[in-house]
């Protein structure tokens, strides 16, 4: 069932408090049918990919291995399972990183023995996915074992399908053309929450997908249309939006009852479940306005980016700035010798787009001026303007009761802050100053 809220004699779609709407330019690939890459000769796979300790290489220098084979063992109590991309042999091991050279033949060591699903109980499904080394895919890397055993029960989950930040539409596809896969990866992860309730947040910019959903949803599974607004993604903005809870300050959603996953991590876990299927490729959007061709990518983790640029046709220009992940909270990236990993979901070469410019010309010493612009776009309630100046002057005392932490470094303040000050830079050094106080 779709969902709208009715006032007056007028529809309203559900939003959180401030927010921005920079422009999306999903168009260049929300259309776009998921392609899958060419098989790589060669992968780099980091034994960190997750947040917590990095696996431990199982693995040495000369070893056979199949796609699917486990290469680095989840070591300590947050960690993530990590297994081979390709089939081949393990050229080095470096850097935490195992290389591996493919042979060619692309055999699979996982078996697709599909057993009877609805026997599995909530610990067996768990332990599927840990094996599988499930981690959210939305960039968080948190591993999705862990996230699925809360210290205390929570009451409902969230499919974040927003998909908020601007170019990416990986999730999109997703949806449009694995709605069933991603509705029973849902209900998967209901049973091993032991939750009854379950929602679909999901951006009126994606209704296609969100009816496709609706064909596949089950009892006690609803779907709420979102406005279109960043960062509707955010975990803490989508609680509000659906359910109305407020995470406390310094707190995570279980403790509102609630545990969130992304629509990648959700397809992930149902082929880890269905199809015993480890976590060796993921949908990642090649996007932005310097390639020839954007697309939606199935991709081998490790495969290099320079090495995934043939699939998109080349430039048409040398980018002046290539970001991974999206333009609001991705990274900038100098080289394009290095691999997609789990938590990538996008890949952006821009040629004049507006963060390439605007992040080159960001600078932490132009006045503010207290226009208060990045109070109103801040979701989370910070004064970012304020944080700013209390860390300019090293006030830690000021910059600790302003609530430094909450912020989730969306950068909506910096987008719309129009003396063009490094806010979020200057937030991620106040948290390091303020930790080592
Ligand atoms: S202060 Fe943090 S949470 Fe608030 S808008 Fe800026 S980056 Fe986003
Ligand atoms: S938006 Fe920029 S100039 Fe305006 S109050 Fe915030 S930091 Fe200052």
Redesign the pocket.
């Known amino acids: 069932m779709l969902d709208y809220f009715y006032r007056g004699n007028r529809y309203f779609m559900r939003t959180f408090r401030?927010g921005i709407h920079p422009p999306t330019f999903k168009h260049l690939t929300q259309n776009k049918p998921i392609k899958t890459a060419s098989l790589p000769s060669r992968v780099i796979i980091p034994l960190s990919q997750h947040i917590g300790t990095p696996a431990e290489a199982v693995v040495q220098v000369g070893d056979k291995v199949k796609v699917g084979t486990k290469i680095g063992e989840a070591k300590g109590k947050i960690s993530a399972s990590v297994h081979s991309s390709i089939s081949g042999e393990v050229k080095e091991i470096r850097n935490s990183a195992v290389i591996i050279e493919s042979n060619g033949r692309d055999e699979k060591e996982f078996l697709n023995d599909v057993q009877e699903i609805n026997d599995l109980s909530s610990e067996e499904i768990k332990e599927i996915i840990a094996e599988a080394g499930i981690v959210g895919l939305g960039g968080a890397a948190f591993p999705t074992a862990i996230k699925l055993s809360p210290p205390k029960s929570v009451d409902c989950f969230i499919l974040n399908a927003a998909e908020c930040e601007p170019y990416l539409t990986a999730d999109h596809r997703l949806m449009l053309e694995k709605p069933e896969e991603i509705i029973k990866g849902m209900k998967l992860i209901m049973k091993a929450l032991g939750v009854k309730k379950g929602y679909i947040g999901i951006e009126d910019n994606k209704e296609d997908a969100a009816r496709r959903l609706s064909h596949f949803c089950p009892l006690g599974v609803e779907i709420k249309i979102l406005k279109t607004k960043y960062?509707q993604g955010g975990e803490r903005e989508l609680i509000e939006t659906v359910v109305h809870r407020k995470v406390p300050s310094g707190g995570l959603p279980y403790e509102v009852g609630v545990v969130v996953n992304n629509v990648a991590t959700v397809f992930a876990v149902y082929e880890a479940v269905y199809l015993r299927k480890p976590l060796y490729e993921r949908v990642i959007t090649f996007s932005g306005d310097a390639l020839h061709q954007a697309e939606n990518l199935r991709v081998r983790i490790g495969t290099l980016i320079k090495d995934l640029l043939k699939e998109c046709k080349g430039f048409k220009q040398e980018p002046e700035q290539v970001i991974i992940g999206g333009p609001m909270m991705g990274l900038a990236q100098e080289s394009l010798e290095v691999p997609v990993i789990k938590g990538t979901g996008g890949v952006l070469f821009l040629k004049d787009a507006r963060w390439a410019k605007r992040k080159s010309r960001l600078k932490r010493e132009n006045p503010c001026l207290h226009c208060g612009r990045?109070v109103e776009?801040?979701?989370?309630n910070?004064n970012?303007s304020l944080?700013s100046l209390a860390i300019e002057k090293k006030k830690w005392d000021v910059v600790k009761q302003l609530n430094i932490e909450?912020?989730?470094?969306?950068?909506?303040?910096?987008y719309i802050c129009p003396a063009e000050r490094r806010?979020?830079q200057m937030?991620r050094e106040g948290k390091t100053s303020c930790k080592s106080q």
């Open positions: 401030g960062p990045c776009a801040c979701p989370v910070l970012p944080l909450d912020c989730i470094e969306c950068g909506a303040c910096e806010l979020v937030i």
